[in-house]
């Protein structure tokens, strides 16, 4: 073998055990920073958590209270909506009384219309009657004149003598 060989291994062997050796160091330099960094990530998370956990209870806090709200709210329409109900059946209660009011107002006022109209009629017969009996009167009246002036005439006639006797 040719005596450069062995040298030339040795000294590849020298270069792939630095290049070993760097890839270590390299390797613990990259796992110290990322310690480093992993251990300025934890206190700046553990400050985040310290500065957000009043928030963060805020929020919980406000979840609770959003949905007591929601709860108070669900209620609160829930009852309109029983109340809405409530008045709608009453006022259709009170339109279906009212149409029947109506109905029976409609009906004494057609039998009163009826009822003077018929009282009209009565009256203007009983006056029909009254103008024939007043004429029927007056007809009498007429048979019953002349004898009045005869009786008036003997009375003048009496009269006359009672004067002539004066």
């Known amino acids: 073998m040719a005596s450069w ?4 291994v040795a000294i590849a062997l020298v270069v792939i ?3 070993y050796v760097g890839l270590a160091l390299a ?3 990259a796992i110290r920073e990322a310690r480093q960094k992993s251990d300025t990530m934890a206190r700046e998370l553990a400050e985040l ?7 963060l209870q805020a929020v919980n806090r406000f979840g ?3 949905s007591e709200i929601a709860d108070m709210l669900r209620d609160e329409v829930g ?3 029983r109340t809405s109900q ?3 059946r009453q006022v259709r209660r009170g339109v279906r009384q009212a149409q029947h009011r109506l109905a029976d107002l409609d009906a004494l006022l057609e039998v009163a219309t009826e009822e003077a109209d018929a ?3 009565d009256a203007a017969n009983a006056l029909e009657t009254v103008r024939t009996s007043a004429g029927l009167l007056s007809q009498v009246g007429r048979f019953l004149a002349p004898r009045d002036e005869e009786y008036e005439d003997e009375d003048e006639d009496e009269e006359y003598e009672e004067d002539d006797d004066a």
């Open 49 to 55: 958590r310290s500065d957000i956990g009043p928030a």
């Open 27 to 29: 390797t613990i330099g």
């Open 64 to 66: 609770e209270s959003g």
């Open 79 to 81: 009852e309109i909506v």
């Open 119 to 121: 009282a009209l009629v």
């Open 5 to 8: 060989v062995g040298p030339t």
């Open 17 to 19: 055990a630095a290049c």
């Open 86 to 88: 409530a008045v709608r």
